[in-house]
């Protein structure tokens, strides 16, 4: 079945619990939010059109309250990730039967191998189709939802702008009558997760500035073309993040929700306010209580250490809080070194990439620094060294220091 038991309890019977923890991963409590029906004009609603698309020659495998029930989860998901800055709301159109078979539009499931020509047709076909009942101007991007399996399409989900497209909008894509295409759109088949949804849809939202996208794919895009299935070895592409942004891979495990999203992911959609950032001269020693990143409210959610103009570390404290950390390859510290300077994750480059306390265990599933355990990160070519002091409750006392 498409939905698993553990989504089907979550909906049903688990609703309260997660609105709880959402609340206060939020900065919220469930009594504060009941006495505000209309708590939502707090937040920055972003609106989406979600347009349901059927094949001639394929059955449906979802109905359109599935559907909902996805873009719902994707709403409490981006609350707690933006401490109730942003939430996500979508209306359904469709569905819409497109007028070519599922062969037409299908594509290869490796990025750089996609036939971008199918990619436009599938837009444009579905646009068109959904043009006559829809005032696209209500909305600031749009979602194709397909009523296909992946293996069919070819992938699970995909960022069309600024994606598989490019990061210039060179396609300006109108509607049969006119209407203009607002925004990004996003790409999505039965299948997609939660943490699928978010990581294209974040592409969207975070658009580009200075000719590079904000919220870039974090996993080696040369290393998936290689291997672009979870049955074909993905898992090597996550070279960067591993498991601990969805924006380098959906989920942990398939059957969970996806784990938040790191403290630089924040920060580039603006979701993590600059006096949360504590700032930490490399040449000073420093010492520094680093609350969990699910903590909101804390006082301090990272540490920044610049390095140069372009490159700086980045300190987050990753901790099983919440109704999506708790769902991470493990806890503790971890440190993040990024470079300004590089746009995409390609040919061994990236943006932001993990420092790895336990080299030892694959896919930085080990890269979380601890006490007892891994204490002590150094980095000889920046005289820098990075101490756990103390840990105190979930948080951690840090020390920055010159080596010497």
Known sequence: MLMSGFWRKWLVTGLLGMLAAFFA???????????SPNSESALEIRKGLVILLEFPDVALPINQQMVRERF?????????????????????????????????????????????????????????AADSSNDFSRYSYVVLFLGAQFREYGMVGLCGYPGMLGWHQDIKFKTKSGQDLPGGVAIFTAQAHLGTLFHDIAHVWGGVRDGKRVAPCLYDHDIQARHPT??????????NMGYWDPLSCHFYKSQLPPPGISSWTKIRLGWLAPEKVKLVDPRQTDEVVLSPL?????????????????????????????????HL???????????????ECRQGKTP???????????????????????????DEKN???????EKIGNAYKLRIAPLR
């Open 25 to 35: 991963g939020a900065g919220f409590s469930v009594a504060e939010a009941q006495k």
């Open 72 to 128: 719902n989860k994707l709403d409490f998901y981006v609350r707690e990730m933006s401490y109730g800055k942003v939430g996500a709301s979508v209306d359904l159109a469709g569905w819409y039967r497109l007028p070519q078979s599922i062969k037409s539009y299908a594509i290869s499931p490796a990025n750089l191998e996609v036939d971008k020509s199918r990619v436009v047709k599938l837009i444009q076909d579905a646009i068109d």
């Open 230 to 239: 979870r049955d074909s070895g993905f898992a090597a592409a996550l070279i």
């Open 294 to 326: 699910e903590e909101g409210g804390a006082e301090t959610l990272a540490i920044k250490i610049p390095l140069t103009e372009s490159t700086y570390y980045l300190i987050e404290n990753r901790q099983p809080l919440g109704m999506f950390d708790s």
């Open 329 to 343: 390859p493990g806890h503790g510290v971890l440190i993040l070194f990024a470079d300004e300077r590089v746009a």
């Open 352 to 378: 932001v990439k993990l420092m790895n306390a336990r080299p030892e265990v694959p896919y930085l599933q080990g890269a979380a620094y601890n006490l007892p355990g891994a204490a002590r990160f150094v």
């Open 383 to 389: 005289n820098l060294e990075i101490t756990l002091v």
